[in-house]
């Protein structure tokens, strides 16, 4: 994703995060899950909503002008508990932090776990690896939340992905059917819980895009 797509938007983008978040886990409000981790955090949009809930908040992204961003939109002496913002590659799990110092978050577990538009950035089987990974940072008794958009087939290839500033650039991109992603989570929550877990799917509208379908899928890691 690039980072000027998010220019210009990020009021209304964090409005209608908090409304869909608490749409989809209206338990977040409550004070008792208190850690939250968002992976592929962009400009960290979804990781204010989660701070000015009351979350301490994690939010890791491995552009550098994202996470510079989610910087820039956080240094407000106002907004009190910002989020702890992590440069680095996900799958190998190598961050720094503000200060450039190295902030390893591998057997680290967060309340809450986000994974939106994001597992679907890595090749097969590394959608799985990326899913497994996403599952071990929840914390038992906690929730993930992973979402990607929902299409009629399963296909992946590379993509063009066009910014708002009129710049392109390639990425993988992997389409699931609604199917084929509940499975791909289903399997890999049972391998990481050890159980079958049940796998709380929603698929909803677009509303900024017509006719594209979204799935979020919720997973209650057992305590
Ligand atoms: C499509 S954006 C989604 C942003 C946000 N989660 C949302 O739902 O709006 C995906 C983000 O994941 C980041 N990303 C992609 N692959 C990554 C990886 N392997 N490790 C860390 N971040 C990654 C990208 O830089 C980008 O900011």
């Not at 409304?19 to 955090?41: E, F, V």
Request: hydrophobic share 40%; charged share 25%.
């Amino acid at each position: 994703m690039l980072a000027g797509t998010y220019k210009g938007t990020t009021g209304v983008r964090q409005e209608n995060a908090k409304k869909w978040l608490t749409q989809r886990l209206p338990q977040i409000t409550a004070p008792a899950h208190p850690t939250a981790l968002d992976i592929g955090c962009a400009d960290g949009t979804h990781s204010r909503v989660l701070s000015a809930l009351g979350y301490a908040v994690t939010g890791v992204d491995f552009s550098a002008p994202m996470i510079a961003a989610a910087r820039e939109l956080s240094d407000d002496p106002t907004v009190p508990n910002k989020p702890r913002w992590l440069h680095g590659e996900f799958l190998a799990g190598r961050y720094v932090d503000d200060r450039g110092t190295e902030a390893p978050l591998d057997g680290e577990r967060f309340d809450l776990v986000l994974a939106t538009a994001f597992v679907h950035l890595f090749p097969p089987e590394a959608d799985d690896d990326a899913v497994r990974k996403v599952l071990r940072h929840v914390t038992p008794g906690g929730t993930a939340l992973i979402s990607t958009t929902a299409d009629a087939a399963d296909r992946q290839g590379l993509e063009i992905k066009a910014g708002a500033d009129g710049r392109t650039a390639h990425r993988w991109r992997n389409h699931y059917t609604v199917e084929s992603f509940m499975w791909l989570v289903r399997e890999a929550a049972r391998d990481v819980y050890g159980v079958k877990v049940p796998v709380r799917p929603w698929v909803v509208v677009d509303p900024d895009a017509d006719g594209k379908l979204w799935i979020d899928v919720v997973v209650d890691r057992p305590a």
